[in-house]
């Protein structure tokens, strides 16, 4: 939902530049090089399973390149947030310039569970695929 | 009081004795009347002080020695106050002093103790107390004609009430319920006319409780009822369609009519000083939390990033410092163990990797420059921990005040990580106190259970154990490549 807005907050300033810092590794991430390609899941060494968080930075990875479907193969909801992120940095950088239009999330039932559900959709289709 | 009987079986020895000596005795505050004492032949007490000028002529020895003496002292410890042997004329018995002021007296309280059997003492109780159950019962009873008169009932109700109450706080251990009650209502008799129930549908609780935005009321059964979210729907309690407004925006809700926290002390910075702000501060996020958080203003999100991040920066700088001498020598064995599997061509070489890093990682330069973007690490992890948080607390429904609460309880939950200055296990202790104090920050700001804070902290750890490790690995290649190295 797009509601008029004043100029962003000190928040929606430092979540824009915590978006562009990740972006910004992300692009310059070498995946196979140390120490990325060393760090392993706490959860899935332990469980034999992936965390929900697990092909996040993949997917970052190939989002920030523009490689989609591979991003959404490791992490369909890391993907979307991937793409939110850039939005939010853009749309930020909109209002900084004048845009007086900021979108509302409303925090309702319905929103609770969608996310909810998106959440577990994930895991299970990371659980799957099996890419890690 | 089991003396009595023992003791009166030495006054009768004693008087015997009395007649068997004649005048050698005499009371001290009485000239003696034996023709009196004489002619009473009932139960008498001698009297047994001894006067020097009446023991004159008979011997000492004679007197402590004689059979009748032993007769009387033998029962009689502990009860006659004497001492022969050093104070003759110390020789005195309370009961034969009764006996010389008045001999019926003496004989009759004598003969009426001694009728009291030699038993232990009995304590004397308080009857009991009605228990609770009775009280119960029979204001129920009394309460029972006049249900038809609510306000006649409404003083026994509320007595009921007062002790239901407090057998639940007891029942409860102390523990606080959530009080369903209307805002402003008299709540402590709890007398509400129950929803109208209908065939068909299901039991529903009260509804007349404030638990959504808003409170409506049902046009056609003219119940209350409160719900989240205004526009079309169905009341609860009748089951008709309405429409619920939306309420005015520039309606003050209850939490707007809440006083605004003065701010902790360091947002207050200004009026205190940047030292003791930041002091005090510490201070109160480590040892009294619920005020800290309590006192934190959700408008102040700058001052509150702005303390995580010189916190956390300073205190990781000063550890890091102190780390250096202190662990030099383990540093050194290491090094020297890491050099030998270097060369080793059996390790596999992404191994020979981590250990070039973890080489290059104790580098003077390497230090630094960490100690300078330590600043960036913080503020990126302590958004991504807020987001997740947050993020987890709206989906469990927690996140009752917005962003900025969560932030607020991410942020000056950073004050533990002052232990980042101790080396080696201060890392450990700071974290954990960081996770315990974040969910404190979580309940307090958001005015949310215990259960539901601990939920929303401790879910995005579940989520973030692969995001945080890999936000800091990329990172650190970054940093690698913009120094040089490969």
């Known amino acids: 939902m797009i509601a008029r807005a004043g100029r962003p907050s000190v928040h929606a300033l430092a979540f824009a530049g915590v978006a562009i810092l990740l972006l910004a590794a992300a692009a310059a991430l070498p995946l196979d090089a140390p120490p990325l390609a060393l760090l392993a899941c706490p959860f899935r060494a332990a469980t034999g399973l992936p965390c929900p968080g697990c092909g996040a930075t993949r997917a970052f990875h190939y989002a920030v390149r523009?490689?989609?479907?591979?991003?959404?193969?490791f992490s369909p909801l890391a993907t979307l947030v991937a793409a939110a992120c850039g939005a939010h940095a853009v749309w930020t950088a909109l209002r900084l310039a004048g845009l007086p239009f900021a979108p509302r999330l409303e925090n309702t039932p319905r929103a609770r569970w969608v996310a909810a559900i998106a959440l577990l959709a994930n895991w299970i289709f990371v659980s799957v695929q099996g890419r890690m | 009081m089991l003396l009595w009987p023992g003791a009166f079986v030495a006054v009768w020895l004693e008087v015997a004795s009395v007649f068997a000596l004649g005048p050698l005795v005499t009371p001290l505050w009485l000239e003696p009347d034996w023709s009196v004492v004489e002619a009473v032949p009932v139960l008498a007490a001698p009297v047994l002080l001894?006067?020097?000028e009446l023991l004159a002529g008979v011997p000492e020895d004679w007197l402590v020695s004689v059979p009748w003496f032993d007769a009387v002292a033998a029962p009689l410890e502990g009860w006659l106050l004497m001492d022969p042997l050093v104070e003759p004329c110390a020789f005195v018995s309370v009961p034969v002093a009764l006996f010389a002021l008045l001999a019926v007296e003496v004989v009759a309280v004598p003969c009426a103790f001694a009728c009291v059997p030699a038993v232990e003492p009995v304590v004397s109780t308080v009857p009991d107390v009605p228990s609770f159950d009775e009280v119960r019962v029979l204001l129920l009873l009394l309460l029972q004609p006049k249900?038809?008169?609510a306000t006649s009932a409404r003083p026994y109700a509320y007595f009921i009430s007062c002790l239901l109450r407090d057998f639940s706080r007891r029942f409860l251990w102390g523990?606080?319920?959530?009080?369903?009650?209307?805002?402003?209502?008299?709540?402590?008799?709890?007398?509400?006319?129950?929803?109208?129930?209908?065939?068909?549908?299901?039991?529903?609780?009260?509804?007349?409780v404030l638990e959504g935005a808003v409170l409506a009321r049902c046009p056609s059964c003219r119940?209350?009822?409160?719900?989240?979210?205004?526009g079309r729907q169905d009341c609860p309690v009748c089951g008709k369609p309405l429409v619920v407004p939306e309420p005015p925006a520039a309606q003050p809700t209850p939490g707007d009519l809440a006083p605004e926290p003065a701010g902790t002390p360091w947002e207050r910075r200004a009026e205190l000083g940047f030292f003791t702000a930041w002091m005090q501060t510490l201070q109160q996020a480590l040892l009294e939390p619920g005020k800290l958080f309590a006192s934190a203003r959700l408008d102040r999100g700058a001052a509150q990033l702005g303390f995580a991040v010189l916190n956390t920066s300073v205190f990781w700088a000063l550890g890091q410092l102190l780390e250096r001498p202190l662990l030099m020598g383990q540093r050194d064995q290491l090094r020297r163990i890491l050099e030998g599997m270097s060369g080793n061509p059996d390790v596999a070489p992404v191994v020979q990797r981590l250990l070039e890093a973890q080489l290059q990682a104790s580098s003077p330069s390497w230090v630094v420059a960490l100690a300078l973007l330590t600043p960036v690490f913080t503020f990126l992890l302590l958004y991504v921990n807020a987001a997740l948080t947050h993020g987890i607390a709206v989906i469990l429904g927690q996140a009752k005040r917005g962003f900025p609460a969560t932030f607020a309880a991410c942020a000056y939950a950073c004050a533990p990580l002052a232990l980042l200055a101790v080396p080696a296990c201060g890392s450990i202790v700071g974290l954990i106190w960081l996770v315990a104090l974040n969910a404190v920050g979580m309940k307090v700001t958001h005015r949310i259970s215990t259960t539901g804070a601990a939920a929303s902290v401790l879910a995005p750890y579940f989520v973030l154990c692969c995001l945080m490790l890999a936000a800091f690995g990329t990172l650190t290649l970054a940093l690698r490549r913009a120094v040089g190295q490969p």
Do not use: H, M, Q, Y
């Open chain 2, 147 to 149: 249900t038809s008169a």
């Open chain 2, 50 to 52: 001894v006067c020097d």
């Open chain 2, 223 to 230: 119940n209350t009822f409160s719900t989240d979210r205004p």
């Open chain 2, 175 to 208: 523990r606080r319920t959530k009080r369903r009650e209307i805002p402003g209502c008299f709540a402590e008799v709890g007398i509400a006319p129950p929803p109208r129930k209908l065939l068909g549908r299901p039991a529903c609780p009260a509804v007349d």
């Open chain 1, 66 to 73: 523009g490689r989609f479907s591979e991003a959404l193969s």
